[in-house]
Structure formats: C-alpha cells, structure tokens
C-alpha cells in the first residue's frame, strides 16, 4: 500500500499547509502560557446560556468562566474552539485546547482519559416539555412518551434504563435539534443537564413556549476538562475558580447568562467547592 | 430535445386541447403541493414564515460570521480534494494501463476498494487515522478527514475515466507513437493521455459538484462546513427549517453554475472533437464508471 | 483478538448491515418509480410536466443528500407533522427511505433520458407511422429499451444509492454508518479493525451489486 501512503503524506501537507496558511501561523492549538500568552479553549457553540457563538461573539456561563480563569492563568489571547460532546476526549489527548469549559461532567469513567479542574457548577439531569404539558412530571412518567437527546451522551440511556423501559429515544447530533423537535411537537421531552434545557427555554424564539421540570434527579458536577495529569493546572484552575466564587463574580455570570431564563440553581450545591487535584 | 419531437406528433387540435388539459391538472396538482408545504410552514403553532426567522439573513453578521466562512471552507476542501484526487486519479489510472500485471492487480484493487467504501465511513477513518497514526492536531485535523476521505473516493473515479478515456482513443494513436520509435510509457504520456485528460474535462468538473455535495458529510467531523456554519447559525437564531432552506439554494446556485461549465466544456470538446469520443459530463451517465465484474483484473490494453 | 470478539459481541454489526440493505432496496424501488414519472415528464409534450421534470433534477441533484435529509425529517416530519409510522424508529427509518428516493430518483431520471436517448429515432416514427399515441409509444416501444440501455448508469445509482444509505445515520438510523461511529467512539484502540470490518461490509455488498449489473447489461444490451 505504498501508493496510499503518498497519497496521505500529500494529503496531509496540503492539509496542514492550508490551514496554517489560514489562520495566520497558529497552527499550536494547546499553546503554553509565555507562548505570546495564546490559548486555545473548547467550548460549545450551540448551547444558549452556556456557550454559544453568535456571530463572532462567544456568549454564556461556560464562557465567562473560560474567559476568567484563562485571565487568571495569564492568558491574554483567547481563542474558542467547538468541543462537541463525542470529541472533548480527544480534542484534549490530542492538544488541540488546552481547556475544554463545555457542559463537561465529572465522571470516573473520563477521568480515565483526562483530568479536571473544578467543578465550577454543579447541575442535574432534568427534562425539557413544552410549556403547557402538564403529565410529564419526572422521569418516570415518560413511558409512551417520545424523548429526544443527543447522540454520544447517556443521559437518555439512563432514563430508559432506571425510570421508564417503554421510553421512545431520538437521537439527533445537536441538542438546537432536539428543541426544535419538542417546539414542534413532533417529540415530549427533550433530556440533559437542567441548567442546558434553561438556556434554550429562555431563547427570544422559545419564551413562554417550553419549560423545564424542574425534578433534577442526578448531579453533574461541570469541571474543567484539561489533559490527564497535568496537576500543575489543575491546581492553577481551581485556585482562580475559588477566587471568581469569592469575588462574585461567578454569581455575576451566572445571573447575566443562565439568570433571565429565571432558572435558580439548586442552592444547597452551589457554588461548588472545586476537588483536590491528582 | 430532438428526443421530444420524435416521440409524439405535432399536436393537432384534440391533442392540443388535451394537453391544455394536462397541463392546468399537472400545474394545479403541483401548485396544490406548493400550497400544502407553504401552508404546512406557516402553521399557526409553529410558523416557520414569520419575518422574525427570516429578518436574521437579511444582516452582514449572517453572511460575514457563518455563511461565507462555511462557504469557503467547503469550496477549499473541494477544491483540494479535486486537485489532489485529479493527481493521484491520472497516476492510479496509468497503473491500470500498466503492462505490468502486478501493477494493474494492485491498482485496480486500490480502485475497487476505495469506490466501494462510503465516503462518510471514510471521513470518520481518516479523522482518527490523522489524529492517531499521523498526529495532526488543531483544524487540520478535520480538513485532513474531509480531504482524505473525498480524494480516495474520487481519485479512484478519477482513475477509471482516465482508462476509459485512453481505451476509447482509436487504436492508430497509439500504434503511430510505437511506430516512430516511442516506448509504450513515453506514448502514453506524450500521445494517449493528453487527449484522454481533455477528454475527460468536463466529468471533472461535474466531478467537482459531488465533491462539494459530499464535502457536506464533513460535519459529521465537525468540519466546519457550509452546513455546519448554518446549523451553528440556526441555533443563536432558533430558525432551523428557513436556515436549510437557505443552505440549500446555496448550494443549488454553485453547484448549479458549475454543471453549466461542465456543459459548456462538453459543447466546446465535441465541437472541435479530434479522435477519442467525449464521454458524457455527467459521472453517474459515464459508461466508464459502470460496475465491472472483471474490473480488478482491467482490460489493461496497453 | 479478545477486545475485537468483545466488540463484535456488543456491537450488533449483522444488524446494522441488515438495515444498510432494507434501507438499500426500499430506496431503490421508492427511486425507481420515481425517477420514471419525472423522466417521463421530461419527455411529454406537456410543457408544464417537462418544466416540472427539469425543476426537479435541477433542485434535487444539486443540493447535498444530507440536507434533503434533514428536509425530511425536520421539514416534513417534525414541522409539517407528516408522520410515516407512530414510532420513532420506524419513522426515522420511512423519512430516511423516502429522503433516499426522492435523491435518487433525479439520478435514475437521468439515467433512463440518456437510455431514452439510445433509442433509434426510427424506432419511435415507426410507433408513430403505426398510429401509437404517446404514451403507448413510450411504454411499449421506448422505455423498454431505455432501461435496457440504461443499465450501467441504473447499476452506478444504484452502488451509489447503497453507499448513500450511511447519511440516513445523522437522524438516528441504526444503520453501519451509526454502529460504527458509536463503535469508533468508545473503542478508538481497534480503529483499524472497525474500518476494514466495516468497509469490507460495503465491498461485499456493492461487489455482487456490480457483477450482476454487468451481467445484466452485457445480456440485455440491444445490438444495433
């Protein structure tokens, strides 16, 4: 298979040359701090009230706090990367972000593959139906019903497999799908993190239309996603996360971001205490 | 349309009136299609026609923020796939011409493979394969997944009109370029396969339009494509349904324009033809590209 | 070795294929009936219907087959409220036979014009000369031999259209596309092993698809 092996070399080159090319020579994505002060950070692009890009702007609580700490760390050139679900994971092994601030829950089963910094919020597993609907109540009354989430995450699985078995799952590749699926009838309830489904209820297009639950009935610790054993800043993220806490600032994003949506954070876990690095 | 004329006979004066017919039943019965849709769309409940899903196209942040940059990371992908699957196309073609039996076993297995597979599953190959074995990083790495995945499928495409295109030149060409003393590599290059290149322009460029349909599959890598930029757009706009609407006569528009180049290319080949017949633009309409059960072993007649 | 027959067992691969071809063949008979009433428009004398069989291959051969997708399963289903079957499974899957057709159909129109083309002038004047109407001309006279001459072309769609089946995976179709993503996605260690099983898949399936085709047309070619 020699011919192949050209063939991705050649493919490969004019890749890379390309690319560099168009952004100007930053072709080093993860980017050290003294390196001109340049970071690369993944957030997501289509999450309302978290991250979201609009137009050339980033807006949401995942990106205030990226923009804090990245402040605190000494960065001062950020740059937002898209981290969609599947790919946080390797956009971390592979050193394309330094830091991924994307609705990304602690669990052991990632920590296998990359280290956190955090919590910084603490959130829960809830529903998302349309305004008026009044028999969907919590998980279990989901049975019959069609349920939307997003392909890659198990937050469906886990209410198919512990409160409604005769739950109907779709699975789209964006959570914007979803909701306009439930906007538009065709699905009941859209599942994830409450503090996500908040964000797009309190989007101008779906005010008044859609609500959340509101019976969380998990806890997702949101942590700041860095690659594995990088200890040093994990330590360096928590420290500036407690200092945002502390400050209030983090109070202040929250409010201007996730705030409108007259969504309140369950009090008594919030604002976390960010873990002991290891 | 000389097919047209010969089919039916020049109307006469029952025929006209039950065409008149036939037309207002088909118009109507398309219209009345038209109609559903249109009303389907503006239901009271969820109206997609309202000004406010409209009005945010209508803005330079639209265009400057996602859809040109899309625009112009598909027609980048595009277009390097389709210069470096036309490179490796004519030398995997030449392969399998070859009069070496080994090199026109391996290259037309290389062809059959590789225009067997998905381009999707493709994709997703070499966007791992790239980070993996290869070690690329940042927003090449999906560039790479995109390019890769559409040059292997292409230039082995590209490779059979190139076969197609030499095996269809009258026989004279060749044996004129052995007669005045050119060895069978030096009469290909020198004789066959400029006429077969020429030839084949025009399936190039239709070429290009599955290209740029398929670079859309980038998304799946979360190459930051036309389709990807407006679903991106549609979610800080919440106008899902108007944003295909509108990527779609993008991409209807482009690939659109670059059929008619194709045509035109073909017009202007078969005006001036000299020995090898054109094949058809069009790559599906290519006789060329018909599945070949003896494919693999090739008629490899030089 | 282990990791692979661990995967295999986990992953339902045979299923995700089976889908790949009830996909396939739906698609292809949905394309078929299709692609003939728009070529058959493109041909009567009817200026309307020829319009609108132009207008369609026009719009649908250019617009990418995942947007079409998504047409359908956003447009028509979610917005219109067209659903095909009362489970979401089963409906993703009809959107995604329907999606797959309404493509294809503008190449199998295509296809069956350049047959049409093949077809001798003489054969359809001496219809004509016989006193054949239109439609019996065209059914009886020409389109046999059109598909007949338009075999290869038909064969192409038709490896196409099974290749194609992979994009109905972004709507959630349990299809070899969407087992092998998932599959990639937690088990990146076998990536090699996952391609080949799953490329040698579609191999296997075209291969025959391709022999048959050239068979078909090599017997059923009108010598002229």
Request: hydrophobic share 45%.
């Amino acid at each position: 298979m020699k011919i192949s092996k050209t063939l991705l070399t050649i493919a490969a080159c004019a890749g890379l040359a390309l690319s560099t090319a168009a952004c100007g020579g930053g072709g080093d994505a993860g980017g050290n701090p003294g390196e001109g002060g340049k970071v690369t950070i993944g957030i997501k692009f289509d999450q309302p009230g978290l991250g979201l890009k609009e137009g050339s702007n980033y807006t949401g609580f995942d990106v205030e706090v990226a923009r804090y700490v990245a402040k605190d760390l000494g960065y001062t050139d950020v740059t937002f990367t898209e981290a969609p679900s599947a790919q946080r994971e390797t956009l971390l092994q592979s050193d394309q972000v330094k830091m991924i601030f994307a609705t990304y829950s602690i669990t052991d089963d990632r920590k296998q593959k990359v280290s956190f910094g955090g919590p910084y919020f603490i959130a829960g597993q809830d529903l998302l139906v349309k305004a008026d609907n009044a028999d969907i109540t919590g998980p279990d009354a989901l049975n019959g019903k069609k349920l939307c989430s997003v392909a890659g995450s198990t937050s469906a699985k886990k209410i198919k497999d512990n409160f409604a078995s005769a739950v109907q799952l779709q699975e789209y590749d964006t959570y914007s799908k979803c909701v306009e699926a439930l906007n538009s009838g065709s699905i009941d309830a859209v599942t994830t993190d409450n503090v996500i489904l908040a964000g797009f209820a309190a989007q101008p297009q779906y005010q008044g239309k859609l609500k959340v639950v509101g019976k969380p009935f998990s806890e997702e610790r949101y942590g700041v996603g860095i690659k594995k054993g990088d200890t040093d800043l994990c330590t360096k993220i928590n420290t500036s996360i407690e200092k945002m806490i502390q400050d209030g600032s983090w109070q202040k994003a929250l409010d201007s971001t996730v705030g409108p949506s007259g969504f309140k954070p369950d009090a008594t876990k919030n604002p976390p205490k960010p873990e002991a690095c290891s | 349309m000389s097919v047209q004329s010969v089919l039916f006979d020049a109307p006469g004066p029952k025929a006209r009136a039950r065409h008149l017919g036939l037309a207002v039943v088909g118009g109507l019965a398309i219209l009345g299609l038209l109609a559903l849709i249109v009303r389907g769309l503006a239901n009271p409940d969820n109206n997609q026609l309202t000004a406010d899903k409209w009005k945010p196209f209508f803005t330079a942040e639209a265009w400057t923020a996602y859809f040109l940059p899309g625009i112009w990371a598909t027609v980048k992908a595009a277009a390097l796939a389709v210069v470096i699957s036309a490179v490796v196309g004519i030398l995997l073609g030449m392969g399998r011409l070859s009069q070496l039996a080994v090199v026109r076993l391996l290259c037309g297995l290389f062809v059959e493979f590789f225009r067997s597979v998905p381009v999707l599953m493709m994709m997703l190959f070499f966007y791992f394969f790239g980070l993996y074995a290869l070690g690329i990083t940042g927003s090449a790495l999906s560039l790479f997944g995109v390019v890769a995945g559409l040059t292997f499928y292409n230039s082995s495409v590209i490779a059979e009109l190139i076969r197609s295109g030499v095996n269809s030149l009258p026989k004279g060409q060749r044996e004129a370029g052995l007669a005045v003393g050119m060895t069978p590599l030096q009469t290909l290059i020198a004789v066959l396969l400029p006429q077969a290149i020429t030839a084949m322009l025009p399936s190039l460029v239709s070429q290009l339009v599955v290209i740029l349909k398929d670079t859309a599959l980038g998304y799946i890598i979360n190459y930051p494509e036309l389709i990807r930029a407006g679903q991106n757009f549609a979610s800080s706009e919440g106008n899902l349904i108007p944003t295909f609407i509108v990527l779609a006569a993008i991409f209807i528009t482009i690939n659109y324009g670059l059929t008619r180049v194709a045509r035109l290319l073909e017009r202007r080949l078969q005006q001036s033809k000299r020995g090898g017949k054109t094949p058809p633009a069009d790559p599906m309409l290519n006789p060329a590209l018909a599945p070949q059960a003896g494919a693999l072993v090739g008629d490899g007649r030089l | 070795m282990d990791a692979l027959r661990t995967l295999l067992s986990e992953y339902d691969v045979l299923a995700a294929f089976w889908m790949t071809i009830k996909l396939a063949v739906l698609s292809a008979i949905g394309s078929l009936i299709i692609g003939t009433v728009v070529a058959v428009c493109r041909v009567s004398p009817v200026a309307v219907l020829q319009w609108f069989g132009l207008t369609y291959v026009t719009l649908v051969r250019n617009t990418p087959l995942t947007l079409i997708v998504f047409f359908c399963a956003f447009g028509m289903s979610n917005t219109l409220g067209l659903t095909l079957a009362p489970t979401i499974i089963e409906n993703n899957f009809r959107w995604g036979v329907v999606a797959l057709s309404i493509y294809h159909a503008s190449f199998v129109a295509e296809a069956l014009r350049s047959g049409i083309n093949t077809v001798p002038q003489g054969q359809a004047e001496a219809a004509r000369a016989l006193g054949l109407a239109f439609m019996p001309t065209l059914s009886t006279i020409i389109l046999p031999q059109a598909f007949r001459g338009a075999i290869a072309p038909l064969g192409n769609t038709l490896i196409a259209l099974t290749k194609n089946t992979t994009v109905v995976a972004t709507i959630g179709v349990a299809e070899a596309a969407y087992v092998m993503r998932s599959m990639l996605e937690f088990n990146i260690s076998l990536l090699y092993a996952i391609f080949i099983i799953m490329a040698a898949g579609f191999v296997i399936l075209t291969l025959p698809v391709g022999i048959f085709f050239t068979y078909l047309s090599r017997k059923l070619t009108v010598q002229r």
